[in-house]
Each structure stands twice: as structure tokens, then as C-alpha cells.
């Protein structure tokens, strides 16, 4: 029997752009979307059959956090996950303008009531921990021997997942002119890919620091056999209680895990600790300046059920934040169909995984939970309704090498 819920949602369907999503539930099969293209975009075609109709009344009530849900639970299954995924970010663009406008208006009533929220070191390493503790195991098996858990950039299609990860490390390094003379402070270890790489590669001094106690734990084992704990300090430490001086600042994949009214304490904190000719290089997933005031104050499946406390910055809101504490852009570089790509890898890990997670206690549920995760975030990147940057922010000293031998004065002619 039809269900209100399904009368309700069954004709938002018909609203279904740049492709077919045909739907199979207990009334029969039904075909919504003209299957037009979008601009140059070929039309996808996805095929979702409805075990429980329970998702509809889901749908209505939390959106994007019950269809996620409802999928974990084993409500309803796809042919192609993704594809369904990206249908859904299709039909859903031509929304966001007003969307848009409406939370840009709204800004100057809203922040400075929203920018009341005291700062909470405890509320935001619990949030950092909720993702990034629930188990080395898992990582293991979904990552590549670097444990790079961020974009990895691919030269070819058939490029190993390991090498895209230093290929995205090369870039970052190259960006900051990183040198065997550098003392590098790396906020967010990780498991230590970019510390054991800076040190091994370059020779150079680094300090890093985690909240996450199991990546503190991991990291420091693999420094050591590594060989590298003269080079690498790895810290437990919030990066607001951090002193002394670096050369130079690595965050990668780390500003999300930072509240949008956070940034002005983040800029803060690096220029204080930053040399005076110091130089910041961040990657980060953003979204685009004109739907950062939306996406902020809405909570979605992501920031739901994966990643609690996120936010998801834009670059204008970042150079905002850092221009006060005299850190100026230098450099940006966006690779977001990379992201795509490396989702992709960490999907089919986590389906050739099951069996071993489930050893680990990460039960069927679990495992629907976060292929849903992987493939929301590739339909994302996809239809770039969000993508990753490599920003670079230097404090007035900073002189890159090439600048300086562009403006070496001549010697004397004899």
C-alpha cells in the first residue's frame, strides 16, 4: 500500500534532472527523470529498489541523514550507488541559488547569535575522535601503505593509489619550497604519511601533533621504525596549546574538522607559531564561496553520521580568516575529480574488506554505512558540488626562491 510519505515523495521525483532513476517498491516499477543531459553532461540512468517503505517517511522527515541511514539499515538498494547519488545533486542544483541568496541575507542576523557558541577544546577532540578512533584496523584496510587519508593525485588512470598519495605530497612540498633546513609543524598527523615522508625525503625537522589517540599511537610506532624519531616529534597536543617557531605549517584535510567560527582562532594560532618569513600549506575539500553561509549551518548525512562538528570551508572564507593575522594567499591548486577517483579506491577496498572488518567487530551495518559515506562524498566531487584545493598562506616574509633570483641585483660589471 502506498504510504503518505511515498505520495509525498514520489512526485518531488518528477523534478529528476540529468538522467532515468527508475524505482522498484512494493506498488511496482516506476521511471522518473526525461533523461536529458545537463550542459555536456551525459544522462545517468540508476536503478533503486525499495525494500521497506519505511524510507519514504525517512526521506521526508531527515533528507539526505535518512536516506544515508535507511541505506545502512538495508532499506533500499541501487545498481549503481553513486550514480543514484549523483541524479540526486543534479536534480537538486538549480535549487542552490536561492538557497544561497536566502543564507547570504540572512548573515549578519544569524552569525553574530551563532558566534555566541563558547569555544570547546573537549567537544571538538571528541568530535575528532568519534571518526578517527574507531579503529586502526579499519584504516589498515581501507588505505594504502602511506595511511594517507586525503586526495590522492593521479598522473594516469591506472596510477597505484600509494603513488598518487606521494604525487599529492610532492605538489604540497613543492609549494613551500620544503628544504632539509626546515623545522615543519604538521597539524592533524594523521598516521604519519606526511611526517615519515617530509623527514625521509627532505631531510627536514618536523613537529606533529593529533588529538585522536589512536593515531598519536600509530604514528609514534611507525616513526620509530622508521628510523626517524631524530627528525620526528609526534605530539598529542590541540593545536591552540602549541609553542615555539616553524619555518613552515602543513594541515592537510584538517580544516574541516575546525567550526567556520573557529578559522580566526586557526589563522591566530599559525601566525603566532609561523617564522616571520613562514609559509602555511593547506589541502582542504571546500565548497564554493557562494553556498559556504548555506552549507554551514546545515547538517547533513556527512556531518550527522560521519563526521560530527564538521564544516566544510570555501577558500574565500579561509583567506577572510587568515588576512587579519597577516597571511596572505600565495598559491591554490584544485584537483577535485582526483577526490572522485581516490573515493573510488577507498570503496573497493572496503568491499574486497568485508570479511576482514567484520573480524575487527565493524558489522554489515557499519560496512553499508560507509559505502554509503564514500560513494555521497565521490557524487559530490563528481558533479563538483564540492572539490578539494592546495592553498598556500604567507606571512609577509616569505620570499619563494624564484622571486629571489628573479630580483638578485647583477654583480659589478670588471
Avoid at 77 to 95: E, G, P
Avoid at 286 to 297: E, G, Q
Wanted: with cysteine.
Amino acid at each position: 500500500m502506498t504510504t503518505l510519505a511515498a505520495r509525498i515523495v514520489h512526485p518531488l521525483l518528477t523534478r529528476v534532472r540529468g538522467g532515468t532513476l527508475e524505482v522498484v517498491d512494493s506498488d511496482g516499477v516506476e521511471t522518473f527523470g526525461p533523461g536529458a543531459t545537463i550542459g555536456d553532461a551525459e544522462p545517468i540512468r540508476a536503478r533503486v529498489t525499495v525494500h521497506d517503505s519505511g524510507l519514504y517517511e525517512r526521506l521526508v522527515r531527515e533528507g539526505s541523514i535518512g536516506l544515508g541511514t535507511a541505506y545502512a539499515d538495508g532499506w533500499w538498494d541501487a545498481d549503481d550507488l553513486t550514480a543514484v547519488l549523483r541524479l540526486a545533486h543534479r536534480s537538486l542544483t538549480r535549487t542552490h541559488p536561492a538557497r544561497d541568496r536566502l543564507h547570504r541575507w540572512a548573515r549578519p542576523f544569524v552569525d553574530p547569535i551563532a558566534r555566541r557558541r563558547p569555544a570547546d577544546v573537549q567537544r571538538d577532540e571528541e568530535n575528532v575522535r568519534s571518526h578517527y578512533d574507531i579503529g586502526n584496523e579499519l584504516f589498515t584496510q581501507l588505505l594504502d601503505e602511506s595511511m594517507m587519508y586525503s586526495c590522492a593525485i593521479f598522473d594516469a588512470p591506472d596510477t597505484p593509489l600509494a603513488a598518487a598519495s606521494r604525487a599529492k605530497l610532492d605538489r604540497l612540498a613543492a609549494s613551500i619550497e620544503l628544504s632539509a633546513a626546515d623545522h615543519v609543524l604538521e597539524i592533524g598527523t594523521g598516521w604519519g604519511g606526511f611526517a615519515i615522508y617530509a623527514a625521509s625525503t627532505f631531510g627536514c625537522r618536523v613537529t606533529t601533533t593529533t588529538i585522536s589517540a589512536e593515531q598519536y599511537q600509530f604514528a609514534t610506532a611507525r616513526v620509530h621504525a622508521a628510523g626517524l624519531d631524530h627528525l620526528v616529534t609526534v605530539r598529542a597536543d590541540d593545536y591552540r596549546t602549541l609553542e615555539g617557531t616553524f619555518d613552515k605549517i602543513v594541515a592537510i584535510e584538517m580544516i574541516e574538522a575546525v567550526d567556520w567560527r573557529d578559522y580566526g582562532t586557526f589563522f591566530s594560532a599559525c601566525e603566532s607559531l609561523l617564522a616571520p618569513d613562514g609559509i602555511i600549506a593547506m589541502q582542504a575539500i571546500v565548497v564554493p564561496d557562494a553556498s559556504f553561509d548555506r552549507t554551514k549551518r546545515r547538517t547533513d548525512f556527512i556531518k550527522a553520521a560521519i563526521f560530527p562538528g564538521g564544516c566544510l570551508p570555501s577558500v574565500g572564507a579561509l583567506t577572510a580568516a587568515a588576512a587579519p593575522h597577516r597571511l596572505t594567499l600565495h598559491h591554490q591548486a584544485e584537483f577535485g575529480l582526483h577526490y572522485a577517483e581516490t573515493l573510488r579506491r577507498w570503496r573497493e577496498n572496503l568491499v574486497g574488506a568485508r570479511d576482514t572488518i567484520a573480524r575487527h567487530g565493524f558489522d554489515d551495518r557499519f560496512a553499508r554505512l560507509w559505502d554509503f559515506y564514500f560513494s555521497y562524498c565521490e557524487a559530490g566531487f563528481e558533479e563538483r558540488y564540492i572539490s578539494v584545493v592546495q592553498l598556500t598562506y604567507a606571512k609577509p616574509g616569505w620570499r619563494p626562491a624564484a622571486l629571489e633570483r628573479s630580483v638578485a641585483v647583477p654583480a659589478p660589471v670588471a
